[in-house]
């Protein structure tokens, strides 16, 4: 999942995700990320994020939250992975204030 940009001078065109890579597992982590979105079961941080993205003053469009919640699960997963930690919700929640 990486974004390709396409500039020439001082034109601009929109951003797409790179077609390297294995696209069977670009596919099974869309349908994972969508699957977790309409399950709305345990809450986690990916939901909570696609939900800031699409709650935002300038709104993405729902394929790309999916995007960006796709490269956030890498990156956390990379992260969880590396240092051997488990995923846990509660103790990842900023603490709040009372």
């Not at 940009?5 to 797409?16: E, L, V």
């Not at 994020?49 to 993405?60: C, E, G, H």
């Amino acid at each position: 999942i990486d974004i390709m940009r396409y500039q020439s001078g001082n034109t601009q065109y929109r951003d797409r995700i790179n077609k390297r890579g294995n696209k069977k597992l670009r596919k099974i982590l869309f349908f994972m990320i969508c699957t977790m979105i309409m399950a709305k079961g345990k809450p986690n941080h990916l939901v909570d994020y696609y939900y800031k993205l699409k709650t935002q003053p300038q709104r993405k469009p729902h394929k790309v939250a999916i995007v960006a919640c796709i490269n956030k699960f890498l990156k956390v997963t990379f992260q969880l992975l590396t240092h051997g930690i488990l995923y846990d919700y509660e103790s990842a929640l900023p603490a709040q204030k009372s």
